[in-house]
Nanobody
Framework: QVQLVESGGGLVQPGGSLRLSCEVSGSFSRIYRMGWYRQTPGQQREPVAT???????FYKDSVKGRFAVNADDAKKTVYLEMNNLRLDDTAVYYC???????????????WGQGTQVTVSS
């Protein structure tokens, strides 16, 4: 069974920094993409930063230049460095990975449990 376990959320003042981590464990053949989504009450979950393993990264426009995603395939871990945090970055952040299981010819999305990031003065 595949599990994604997140850590690193918390409370930070505007302009501050946080680092989120997410480790993938379990039995799988390959990870194709890892990254982070976020969700606020009443809103849909949206992609923040994702990285194709060995390939390009995607960033939501509002976080470009402030956030950095690093998917480490060897460690099966993805990080999100968040700098110059703003009030509107407050959300529950979810780790996501696109994973192929042994014996399967397709990959599916897997999710972490979510970690709260609150930016407040």
């Amino acid at each position: 069974q595949v599990q994604l376990v997140e850590s690193g959320g918390g409370l930070v003042q505007p302009g501050g920094s946080l680092r989120l981590s997410c480790e993938v464990s379990g039995s799988f053949s390959r990870i194709y993409r890892m990254g982070w989504y976020r969700q606020t009450p009443g809103q849909q979950r949206e992609p923040v930063a994702t990285q194709n393993i060995g390939g390009s990264a995607f960033y939501k426009d509002s976080v470009k230049g402030r956030f950095a995603v690093n998917a480490d395939d060897a460690k099966k871990t993805v990080y999100l460095e968040m700098n110059n945090l703003r009030l509107d970055d407050t959300a529950v952040y979810y780790c996501n990975a696109l994973i192929q299981l042994p014996g399967s010819d397709r990959a599916n999305d897997y999710w972490g449990q979510g970690t709260q990031v609150t930016v407040s003065s």
